[in-house]
């Protein structure tokens, strides 16, 4: 070779080197299934469905309790009138059914007929105001009165009236409260009349010689008639 030529460097390249670390190629991620969210989204609208069945269910029964609560007197009044002269023709079991009187008794309970008109007694008893049981065992109790006035008070003065059932036994030395309804009357701005009705009605245990009996605050407030307006009764279920 003459003098003056240039060469190229060599290169030497080792195809078996080691200790190279092995980079693997990236992976996307798995997509999720679609089949699992459609799922889980069905999961969920069929909660918030049943979450709102139920609330329609619990709004209308709440509708239908205020309506009842604001018939309850008149309704269940009549209805137990109707089961009460139904029992007149069952003579195995004691019944009940007294109606209004103007007098109230020495502890400010009300007076009853116990004999005219619907009035009856079946194994019953019946003394100053009260119905004496004579067979132990558990009676559904009731009564009804109707109030009214046509003088309230100056306008914009609400008064309150109680219609309270009580019991009293030979065994305890106080009398007993069973049912009470609390309820305002004169409430209405634009006139002086009034009238509305109470209900009260209930099963409770009897022993023999208990006594139970009707109060009623306000006693001027309670109207009588022919009978049918305010009355008490009881018979064994």
Excluded at 189 to 215: A, M, N, P
Aim: hydrophobic share 35%; charged share 25%; glycine share 8%.
């Amino acid at each position: 070779m003459g003098d003056g030529v240039v060469y190229p460097s060599v290169f030497v390249v080792d195809g078996q080197q080691h200790g190279v670390p092995f980079v693997p190629p990236m992976r996307r991620p798995r997509r999720t299934c679609w089949r699992g969210q459609s799922f889980l989204a069905a999961l969920v609208l069929l909660a918030l469905a049943g979450v709102a069945t139920e609330g329609y269910f619990l709004l209308r029964f709440q509708k239908e309790l205020d309506k009842a609560n604001a018939q309850g007197g008149e309704a269940a009044g009549a209805i137990s009138e109707k089961s009460i002269q139904d029992r007149k023709l069952n003579k195995e079991k004691p019944a009940a059914h007294v109606i209004g009187l103007i007098q109230t008794t020495e502890n400010n309970s009300l007076q009853w007929e116990p004999s005219k008109d619907w009035a009856f007694l079946h194994d019953v008893g019946y003394q100053g105001g009260s119905l004496i049981c004579l067979k132990p065992g558990y009676y559904y109790i009731y009564s009804k009165i109707q109030l009214r006035t046509a003088d309230c008070p100056q306008q914009g003065q609400k008064s309150f009236i109680t219609h309270g059932m009580y019991k009293k036994t030979p065994r305890y030395p106080e009398e007993m409260k069973l049912m009470e309804s609390l309820m305002t009357y004169c409430d209405r701005r634009d006139t002086k009349f009034w009238q509305d009705s109470s209900f009260l009605g209930g099963i409770f245990h009897l022993e023999e010689k208990d006594e139970v009996y009707v109060k009623v605050a306000q006693r001027q407030l309670v109207q009588i008639n022919d009978g049918t307006r305010s009355y008490f009764g009881t018979f064994m279920i």
